[in-house]
Structures are given as structure tokens and as C-alpha cells.
């Protein structure tokens, strides 16, 4: 049974948020998310993230271990003392939520956390972490309006076709034709694959109605990105493909994720919870604690230097 002494409150840093964005764009070569679960992909690696960071600072020893590569070869999990570590973070971006959270963080006791689907290759006896990120998104247009007004960060993405981000033969795109119909000058950040697969970004500016080619080895684009909404329409266009893709001025999305904490509330193993009912959702009440678990980790390592 939990306490409220063994709820474990991590600090954010915005350095976490660009860390997730940098997996969430690793992760589309393999998967066609919505805006809205590439947020919760930048929120689950937020968390690991800051996972990873508060072991480090604690003194509490762990491997990182690839994770099944046909399920999806760009994850690492935290093994601690030989137990895979799968941590399921819950965003909760609802102000009020976030509000009386913050006030009182021992509420989540009385809450619920959802089970993830079991990730391939797990034991028994490996662990289920559970955690919350509290932290707001702007998501329309108007918001995210506010948030460069105020000087707030933000990403804005567009994600492209799967024909674009994993093409049925690998051979290059050739020749890049892009155009903007804005008005003014625009920056445009192009993510994708080389020849090898590797990643490779390029950074390009284009003057207003003005087509620019650009000649570079991208034999897949996985995301556009830029630092200000377009005022019309961008156009992009492989030479070698014949494909052309217009994106609209709407069709830019932000999955800047703005974090304000991150607590890990308990675990249980896989076992423990195929014992119990197949549901859902858990009693966050009913976990067990984690500053136990790292005690026990920490001895553990002890020892077996002895």
C-alpha cells in the first residue's frame, strides 16, 4: 500500500521536451501517429527521460537494454537489477487538473493509472513503472498565436504521407522543388533518411513565392518543421518521384509538450498484475513503492560487487 511519502515529485527542464520531440521524429520512420499521440509519445519520453536522469543523480545503478526491434527498434528500457522496467506515463494537460495536483500531489492516491497493452518480450517478473506528467499543449492555432507571442517555445510539425516517410523502394527523391505562398521569408527544417537509413536534417529558407530546388541524399522525408505558422501554403516536390505535397496553413501542428512535473507514483511486476483482473485501469493506492524498490536495487548492486 502506498504513502504519500513514496510518491517521487522529478523536475522539469525544457531540455526534456526537446529530448522527446527528438525520439517522437525517430519513432515516425516506424509508426503513422496522430498529432495528438505524438504528444503522448514526447510525454512518454519526457518521463523516461527525466527517469534515467534521476537514477543517475541518486546513485541508484541501471542497464539499458534494446528493446524487441520488431516492436520497435528506436526504444531502450531501464533494466534495474536484471528487471526490464516498462514506465507508463500519463499525461494530464487539463489546467484544473494540473492546478489541484499541484497543491496537493497525495490526490493521485485516491486516482487510477491505466495499463499500457504488454509490450512484447516481457517476463513476470520484469516491472511495470507507473507515472504523471503534468503539463499543458497548445494545440489550435490561437494558442499556439499566444505562445510565440509570449515567448514560449513550441514545435510545429507537419508529419508527411507514408509514402514519403517509408517508400514502398528505397531510391532517392532526387532534386527537392519547394515554394511558399507567403509573403514573407520562411524557415523550414526537413527531417528524413539517407541511403543507409540514417537520419538526416537539413535546414532550408524559403523567400516568399519563390520555388528553391534543393539537391541533398534524402531517400525518405519523415517531417517538416517550423518556428512560425505559414500564412499560406508550402509545396514540396521530388524531381525523381514526380510526387508533389501541398501542405496548408492549418496543417501545421504543435507538439511542444510544457511540462511542469513529473511524478512516479509505484510498480508492480507483470505477473503481479496478470494476476489480478484483466482491466483497464489500476488503484494507484494498491502499488507498491519505488523508494523500496531502489533501496533493494541498490544493495543488491552492493552485494553482488562484493
Known amino acids: ?125 520484469d516491472l511495470l513503472l507507473f507515472s504523471f506528467l503534468l503539463g499543458l499543449t497548445a494545440n489550435s492555432s490561437s494558442d499556439v498565436k499566444k505562445t510565440i507571442a509570449a515567448n514560449q517555445p513550441n514545435y510545429l510539425i507537419h508529419v508527411m ?23 514573407s521569408s520562411l524557415q523550414v527544417e526537413i527531417s528524413g533518411q539517407d541511403r543507409e537509413r540514417e537520419k538526416i536534417v537539413r535546414l532550408v529558407t524559403l523567400p516568399p513565392k519563390t520555388r528553391i530546388t534543393l539537391d541533398e541524399p534524402f ?18 516536390r521530388s524531381q525523381a518521384h514526380g510526387e508533389t505535397h501541398i501542405i496548408p496553413s492549418l496543417e501545421w501542428k504543435n507538439i511542444w509538450v510544457y511540462g511542469m512535473d513529473i511524478i512516479l507514483v509505484g510498480y508492480l511486476t507483470r505477473g503481479e498484475i496478470r494476476q489480478r483482473a484483466q482491466k483497464p485501469s489500476l488503484p494507484i493506492s494498491g502499488l507498491q513503492p519505488l523508494p523500496d524498490l531502489f533501496r533493494r536495487v541498490q544493495e543488491w548492486e552492493a552485494g553482488r560487487k562484493r
Not at 74 to 81: E, W
Not at 164 to 174: I, S, T
Not at 177 to 182: G, I
Open 1 to 125: 500500500m502506498l504513502s504519500p511519502s513514496d510518491l517521487l515529485r522529478l523536475p522539469y527542464t525544457p531540455d526534456l521536451t526537446e529530448g522527446g520531440i527528438s525520439y517522437a521524429l525517430l519513432a515516425l520512420k516506424h509508426k503513422n501517429p496522430s498529432c495528438e499521440q505524438l504528444r503522448q509519445t514526447v510525454a512518454q519520453a519526457i518521463v523516461e527521460l527525466a527517469f534515467r536522469r534521476y537514477l543517475s543523480q541518486q546513485d541508484i545503478p541501471y542497464d539499458i537494454t534494446a528493446a524487441t526491434p520488431f516492436t520497435d527498434p528506436t526504444r531502450y528500457d531501464v533494466s534495474l537489477g536484471g528487471h526490464r522496467c516498462d514506465l507508463n506515463a500519463q499525461l494530464i494537460s487539463s489546467r484544473r487538473k494540473i492546478s489541484e495536483l499541484r497543491r496537493d500531489p497525495n490526490l493521485l492516491l485516491k486516482a487510477s493509472a491505466m495499463v499500457s497493452p504488454e509490450p512484447v518480450g516481457l517476463s513476470d517478473h
Open 161 to 183: 504521407p507514408t509514402k514519403w516517410r517509408n517508400p514502398q523502394h528505397w531510391k532517392p527523391l532526387g532534386a527537392l522543388n519547394l515554394k511558399s505562398e507567403s509573403s
Open 219 to 236: 531517400y525518405s522525408i519523415s517531417a517538416l518543421h517550423v518556428k512560425n505558422i505559414p500564412t499560406a501554403r508550402v509545396g514540396l
